[in-house]
C-alpha cells in the first residue's frame, strides 16, 4: 500500500507540474522494485512461517580479553 500511494503522490506532483519525468521514474522503479522483493522473500521464506529457528535457541560463548 505504500508503494502504490507513494507512486501515486509521484504522478500526482508530475502532473502539476512539481516534479521532473526523472525524479517521477525514480520513484517508481525504486517503489516497484520494493514491493517485488518484498513479495520474493515472503514466498521464499514460506510467507513469515517460521522455518527457521528462533535466535533463542542459539548459544554464544564471548571471552574478553580479561578471561
Known amino acids: 500500500m505504500t508503494a ?7 504522478v500526482g506532483a508530475y502532473l502539476s507540474g512539481d516534479m521532473e519525468m526523472g525524479a517521477l521514474l525514480n520513484i517508481v522503479v525504486t517503489a516497484l522494485l520494493a514491493v517485488f522483493l518484498r513479495k520474493g522473500v515472503k514466498t521464499d521464506t514460506g510467507s513469515g512461517g517460521g522455518s527457521a529457528a528462533p535466535a533463542e535457541s542459539y548459544s554464544y560463548s564471548y571471552k574478553g580479553q580479561g578471561e
Not at 4 to 10: E, M, P, Q, T
Open 4 to 10: 502504490a500511494g507513494g507512486i501515486l503522490a509521484a
